[in-house]
């Protein structure tokens, strides 16, 4: 959000262009108010003024000095020069040293919009260019342990990367993983000692027990490290030379040797105790799922409420299991994707999930009952969410379905699912749209006397920018230029068919300066209020 500052020694002037621009449309955060050069750089003291709009013949101090003082304390500023055709050359000079634009008064309100946006591009621009590389870099490393954090985290998860991607991932966060290479698992979980322990203290007894791997690690294997989601601590395991089926023994069993030595280290060192659980090998990173799995499963199966532990699973252990619908669980799930209604993306979802049960001939039976139980759930949680009954939405027929014998009649029901869902909901939010245009507008025209974005926004329960951006989703036009249009319109009407005088008719239409609205009146209609009076009789 931004903040503009309105400067001209005719209050009228300011004040108009205060309330006549939808400013919140434009990302305008605060709208300030000087009459003077004086009052001006004293606001600008105060405030982060973005850009500022000033009148260039002012008393005491011209906008020419005004924007000389500005140049000396605020550089990046931008100035908006309002002048007239006396001054005309004058302030063409002035552009040219300091100045970022000018317009000629008496001002239109759509230039000025023009010119406003345009800096607002260009001080999106100072800024990217004013982010130094080096700056860039420095807050790039400092996220580096996070980075590779979350990509880790993803992988054990289950999340499909392609390999070019994970290469080009890792070689941004500094990692040098081989693809295809075997790797190994090390699961640390904290024990009693460390969960006594605040947050902060928790945060460094992990970096000193990942820091104290690293050192036993080091000189045989890399080493990528993440905290998963049980909160344990996952280290994977590289050789750094490739290896024979031979070698990779012997490097095993060196592994298994160095993480003994961790736990005994860790206790040690740190006086608390940990549990271990290692892994055989697995290729980086198509097996690193399933190892992570099957360790997880040792955990849950063999150490549950025990501590300080030593397991290992073995090369083929947990791989040959019953197997788990990856694509079922990995993220997105599918309940992430219809809380985004990202249509396409969840019926992809349902689609992948599908082409997985059908291909693989380990998938019983019972694993299409888990899908079906899976997707009905997601199903329910979204209608209820919205404050809607599945039932009403999709009929007691497709709910009753008990179970499907084929992967295929599961897919032709989910897909049948996720289509009355979208109609209905879509339908939802196009009638709730329309409703919304149809109850601003009649605001507007109550109201036309004094009405703003912001007033308008509370009325409809909504924050103004995003009113802004559903009104023009909706009708392809600007609310300020519906406002505008509805108080010309109403001009015209008053005009023909009321005696009232063209400073009354200002006034009720909520312009604090009569000059301002035949400005605004002759934009719209090319005549002066009086001269189009003076046609319509």
Same mark, same amino acid.
């Given at each position: 959000?931004?903040?503009?500052?309105?400067?001209?020694?005719?209050?009228?002037?300011?004040?108009?262009?205060?309330?006549?621009?939808?400013?919140?449309?434009?990302?305008?955060?605060?709208?300030?108010?000087?009459?003077?050069?004086?009052?001006?750089?004293?606001?600008?003291?105060?405030?982060?003024?973005?850009?500022?709009?000033?009148?260039?013949?002012?008393?005491?101090?011209?906008?020419?000095?005004?924007?000389?003082?500005?140049?000396?304390?605020?550089?990046?500023?931008?100035?908006?020069?309002?002048?007239?055709?006396?001054?005309?050359?004058?302030?063409?000079?002035?552009?040219?040293?300091?100045?970022?634009?000018?317009?000629?008064?008496?001002?239109?309100?759509?230039?000025?919009?023009?010119?406003?946006?345009?800096?607002?591009?260009?001080?999106?621009?100072?800024?990217?260019?004013?982010?130094?590389?080096?700056?860039?870099? @420095?807050?790039?490393?400092?996220?580096?342990?996070?980075?590779?954090?979350?990509?880790?985290?993803?992988?054990?998860?289950?999340?499909?990367?392609?390999?070019?991607?994970?290469?080009?991932?890792?070689?941004?966060?500094?990692?040098?993983?081989?693809?295809?290479?075997?790797?190994? &698992?090390?699961?640390?979980?904290?024990?009693?000692?460390?969960?006594?322990?605040?947050?902060?203290?928790?945060?460094?007894?992990?970096?000193?027990?990942?820091?104290?791997?690293?050192?036993?690690? @080091?000189?045989?294997?890399?080493?990528?490290?993440?905290?998963?989601?049980?909160?344990?601590?996952?280290?994977? %395991?590289?050789?750094?030379?490739?290896?024979?089926?031979?070698?990779?023994?012997?490097?095993?069993?060196?592994?298994?040797?160095?993480?003994?030595?961790?736990?005994?280290?860790?206790?040690?060192?740190?006086?608390?105790?940990?549990?271990?659980?290692?892994?055989?090998?697995?290729?980086?990173?198509?097996?690193?799922?399933?190892?992570?799995?099957?360790?997880?499963?040792?955990?849950?199966?063999?150490?549950?409420?025990?501590?300080?532990?030593?397991?290992?699973?073995?090369?083929?252990?947990?791989?040959?299991?019953?197997?788990?619908?990856?694509?079922?669980?990995?993220?997105?799930?599918?309940?992430?994707?219809?809380?985004?209604?990202?249509?396409?993306?969840?019926?992809?979802?349902?689609?992948?999930?599908?082409?997985?049960?059908?291909?693989?001939?380990?998938?019983?039976?019972?694993?299409?009952?888990?899908?079906?139980?899976?997707?009905?759930?997601?199903?329910?949680?979204?209608?209820?969410?919205?404050?809607?009954?599945?039932?009403?939405?999709?009929?007691?027929?497709?709910?009753?379905?008990?179970?499907?014998?084929?992967?295929?009649?599961?897919?032709?029901?989910?897909?049948?699912?996720?289509?009355?869902?979208?109609?209905?909901?879509?339908?939802?939010?196009?009638?709730?749209?329309?409703?919304?245009?149809?109850?601003?507008?009649?605001?507007?025209?109550?109201?036309?006397?004094?009405?703003?974005?912001?007033?308008?926004?509370?009325?409809?329960?909504?924050?103004?920018?995003? &009113?802004?951006?559903?009104?023009?989703?909706?009708?392809?036009?600007?609310?300020?230029?519906?406002?505008?249009?509805?108080?010309?319109?109403?001009?015209?009407?008053? %005009?023909?068919?009321?005696?009232?005088?063209?400073?009354?008719?200002?006034?009720?239409?909520?312009?604090?300066?009569?000059?301002?609205?035949?400005?605004?009146?002759?934009?719209?209609?090319?005549?002066?209020?009086?001269?189009?009076?003076?046609?319509?009789?």
């Amino acid at each position: 959000m931004h903040q503009i500052l309105l400067v001209d020694d005719e209050p009228y002037v300011v004040d108009d262009l205060s309330i006549s621009i939808s400013w919140a449309e434009l990302q305008f955060e605060h709208i300030h108010k000087a009459y003077s050069g004086f009052e001006a750089l004293e606001i600008m003291r105060k405030h982060p003024i973005d850009i500022i709009v000033t009148d260039i013949n002012m008393p005491e101090m011209s906008g020419l000095q005004l924007i000389e003082q500005i140049r000396k304390e605020w550089k990046h500023v931008k100035v908006v020069l309002l002048t007239g055709y006396a001054e005309f050359e004058y302030a063409t000079k002035a552009l040219q040293q300091q100045a970022s634009a000018y317009l000629l008064k008496p001002i239109a309100n759509g230039a000025l919009v023009e010119v406003i946006e345009q800096l607002l591009l260009e001080i999106r621009q100072d800024w990217e260019d004013r982010s130094s590389l080096q700056r860039t870099m @420095q807050t790039f490393n400092e996220h580096l342990p996070l980075l590779k954090d979350r990509l880790l985290n993803d992988i054990l998860q289950g999340r499909k990367i392609s390999g070019p991607q994970l290469l080009a991932k890792m070689n941004k966060i500094k990692l040098n993983f081989n693809l295809e290479q075997p790797v190994a &698992l090390v699961i640390v979980r904290l024990e009693d000692y460390f969960q006594q322990h605040d947050l902060n203290s928790m945060m460094l007894f992990e970096y000193a027990i990942v820091n104290i791997a690293s050192e036993l690690f @080091q000189e045989q294997f890399a080493l990528w490290s993440c905290k998963d989601v049980h909160d344990y601590l996952v280290l994977v %395991l590289q050789p750094r030379q490739a290896a024979s089926a031979e070698e990779l023994g012997t490097l095993h069993s060196h592994l298994l040797q160095t993480a003994y030595q961790l736990q005994k280290n860790v206790g040690t060192v740190i006086g608390g105790g940990i549990s271990v659980v290692t892994t055989g090998w697995g290729a980086f990173p198509l097996n690193l799922y399933i190892l992570y799995q099957s360790a997880v499963s040792m955990i849950r199966q063999h150490i549950s409420h025990d501590t300080g532990i030593f397991l290992s699973v073995g090369d083929q252990e947990g791989l040959t299991q019953i197997s788990v619908l990856q694509s079922l669980y990995e993220p997105p799930t599918l309940f992430h994707l219809l809380e985004s209604s990202n249509w396409e993306s969840i019926e992809l979802k349902v689609r992948t999930i599908h082409a997985e049960l059908a291909t693989d001939n380990e998938h019983s039976q019972e694993h299409i009952q888990e899908v079906k139980l899976y997707m009905e759930t997601a199903f329910y949680y979204f209608a209820h969410k919205n404050n809607r009954m599945l039932g009403e939405i999709a009929g007691n027929g497709l709910l009753d379905s008990r179970s499907f014998h084929t992967p295929d009649k599961l897919l032709d029901w989910a897909l049948r699912m996720l289509q009355l869902l979208r109609e209905h909901f879509d339908s939802e939010r196009k009638d709730f749209r329309s409703l919304l245009i149809q109850k601003i507008h009649e605001y507007i025209d109550l109201n036309l006397h004094y009405v703003s974005l912001n007033a308008i926004a509370e009325e409809v329960k909504l924050h103004p920018v995003y &009113l802004s951006k559903i009104y023009k989703a909706e009708t392809g036009k600007r609310l300020s230029d519906y406002i505008s249009a509805a108080k010309m319109e109403k001009a015209t009407y008053l %005009l023909t068919h009321t005696p009232l005088k063209v400073y009354e008719i200002s006034t009720a239409l909520g312009y604090s300066n009569a000059h301002y609205f035949i400005k605004l009146f002759k934009e719209y209609s090319h005549m002066t209020p009086q001269e189009y009076r003076d046609r319509a009789n």
